[in-house]
C-alpha cells in the first residue's frame, strides 16, 4: 500500500541550493528543515522551489548556498493560518538527495507525476490576448489518511479540456513545478506594515493530463490533427507540449 502512495506523487528537480537551512518542525523528534532551490527554464527563466529535508538527509547545520543537488520525492501541502485564513503553501518533501559536481543537462530538472481527483470545479478564462488558461485543484491520496491538494494549472486546447472536468473526476497529470510571485495587498498588512510585500508562491504547470474511467478513448494529436477511438479502460488522453 505504502508503494502505491509513494507512485502517485513522484517529484525530481535538479538545482542550486540558494537559502539557508531554516528549522520547519519535528515528529517523533525528527527535525525538518526548508531550503530554496533555484531551477533553470528552458527558457532561461528561474523557478525558486521550496524543499523540506529531514536532518537525517543531510547535515542541516552546515552552508550549502551554491552547490547543486539532486531532489527525488513527493510536492506536499498544508494549511497556513495567516490573518484570520488559511493559506495553502506548497514544498517538495525531499525522500532522497545527491549532490552534483554542477548543473548536468541531461538529468531532468524539473518533473512532476501526480495520480489524484478533482476536489473543486475547474475556473476557465482568458488572458487580454485571448489564450486560455484553466485552474485545477488535485487532491492527492497519502499515508495515514492524509491528502495533498495541488493547485494546477493548464493552457490552450489542455484548459479547454480540463474546464470540463467534473469534482471527483480520477486523472493522472504530467507537468512541472512554477514558482512566482503575488502581491500581499490586504488592509491590515498595510496599516501594519506600511507597504506592500512581493510573497513567494507555487503551482503545477501542466503538460499532459489523462482522466481514467470505464469508456471510450479519445487521443487527440495536436501535429496531425486527428482522432482515434477504441474501447479501453483509461479513456481520455490529451496532449500538448507547454513552452
Same mark, same amino acid.
Request: contains cysteine; positive net charge; charged residues 25%.
Given at each position: 500500500?505504502?508503494? +502505491? ?29 526548508? /531550503? ?30 551554491? !552547490? ?5 520525492? !513527493? ?32 538529468? +531532468?530538472?524539473? !518533473? @512532476? ?32 489518511? +492524509? ?29 512541472? @513545478? ?13 496599516? +501594519? ?12 504547470? @501542466? ?28 479513456? /481520455? ?7
Amino acid at each position: 500500500m505504502a508503494d +502505491k502512495i509513494f507512485e502517485n506523487n513522484q517529484v525530481t528537480i535538479a538545482g542550486k541550493i540558494v537559502s539557508d537551512f531554516v528549522f520547519s518542525h519535528e515528529v517523533y523528534g525528527e527535525g525538518f528543515y526548508m /531550503i530554496d532551490v533555484s531551477v533553470n527554464r528552458l527558457s532561461n527563466f528561474v523557478d525558486y522551489i521550496p524543499v523540506m529535508v529531514s536532518e537525517r538527509l543531510i547535515d542541516t547545520t552546515q552552508n550549502y548556498i551554491g !552547490q547543486y543537488i539532486y531532489v527525488t520525492g !513527493q510536492f506536499r501541502s498544508y494549511n497556513r493560518h495567516e490573518e484570520k485564513k488559511n493559506r495553502l503553501v506548497l514544498s517538495v518533501f525531499a525522500r532522497e538527495l545527491e549532490f552534483m559536481e554542477q548543473e548536468e543537462e541531461d538529468v +531532468k530538472s524539473n !518533473q @512532476i507525476f501526480l495520480d489524484g481527483y478533482i476536489c473543486k470545479e475547474p475556473i476557465y478564462r482568458k488572458t487580454p490576448l485571448g489564450r486560455e488558461i484553466a485552474d485545477l485543484l488535485i487532491a492527492v491520496n497519502r499515508s495515514y489518511g +492524509k491528502s495533498d491538494y495541488i493547485p494546477c494549472i493548464c493552457w490552450g486546447r489542455n484548459a479547454r479540456f480540463a474546464s470540463g472536468f467534473t469534482v471527483g473526476a480520477h486523472v493522472q497529470i504530467w507537468g512541472r @513545478i512554477q514558482s512566482r510571485e503575488y502581491v500581499k495587498n490586504s488592509m491590515s498588512w498595510k496599516r +501594519k506594515n506600511g507597504l506592500l510585500m512581493k510573497c513567494p508562491s507555487a503551482k503545477l504547470n @501542466i503538460w499532459t493530463i489523462r482522466v481514467i474511467k470505464e469508456g471510450i478513448f479519445v487521443r487527440f494529436d495536436e501535429n496531425e490533427g486527428n482522432s482515434y477511438k477504441k474501447r479501453q479502460k483509461i479513456c /481520455i488522453l490529451y496532449r500538448s507540449v507547454v513552452s
